[in-house]
T-cell receptor
């Protein structure tokens, strides 16, 4: 079975600073990788996903993530954050023959301060 | 507008009183799923359905039931709620088969409190 670890439960950062949210996974087979964002009092929204091909994936709102197979990581980055990026971010994986069956990490709360 | 709707959005109930949380999607998705979200644990899957009349257990199915009589609806039933089922619940839907890795669409959530 696969599992996902998000190493930081909270990440405080000042506006316009860069940010990296860390995600590591474990799986004995190939996986699909996803990042979802949850704004306050809302459902989850897909930020980006890696299925195959280029290991650098660009998503919405200026976010990007890099798949590193040797380190089993899929860290999320943004070069300059805005107040509106304050939200909870979830990393998720699925087996690549069952893309719907998501396993989520515990979430990272990004807090952007003015 | 493509969406997943859940009702109610907020519910406070007492131990043992049966309740149903409804979920409906208008995207003709085959796959539907229920998750619960608890602090520090992320989202954990309760049940899922790959199509009408096809359901299966997720990671935390105890105390829950589901049914899929129509493609668009996937209600979550708590026959005898207990306080440990106090949580935030999300319904999600997506395509299945060749389009399985496409985006899952999430509902707005139902915050359930069991006293």
């Amino acid at each position: 079975a696969q599992s996902v670890t998000q190493l930081d439960s909270q990440v405080p950062v000042f506006e316009e600073a860069p940010v990296e949210l860390r995600c590591n996974y474990s799986s004995s087979v190939s996986v699909y990788l996803f990042w979802y964002v949850q704004y306050p009092n809302q459902g989850l929204q897909l930020l980006l996903k890696y299925l195959s091909g280029s290991t650098l994936v660009k998503g919405i709102n200026g976010f990007e993530a890099e798949f590193n197979k040797s380190q089993t990581s899929f860290h999320l980055r943004k070069p300059s954050v805005h107040i509106s990026d304050t939200a909870e971010y979830f990393c998720a994986v699925s087996l690549n023959n069952a893309g719907n069956m998501l396993t989520f990490g515990g979430g990272t709360r990004l807090m952007v301060k003015p | 507008e493509a969406q997943v709707t859940q009702n109610p959005r907020y519910l406070i109930t007492v131990t043992g009183k049966k309740l149903t949380v409804t979920c409906s999607q208008n995207m003709n998705h085959e796959y539907m799923s229920w998750y619960r979200q608890d602090p520090g644990l992320g989202l954990r899957q309760i049940y899922y359905s790959m199509n009408v009349e096809v359901t299966d257990k997720g990671d935390v199915p105890e105390g829950y039931k589901v049914s899929r009589k129509e493609k668009r609806n996937f209600p979550l039933i708590l026959e005898s709620p207990s306080p440990n089922q106090t949580s935030l619940y999300f319904c999600a839907s997506s395509y299945w088969g060749d389009r399985a890795a496409e985006e899952q669409f999430f509902g707005p959530g139902t915050r359930l409190t069991v006293l």
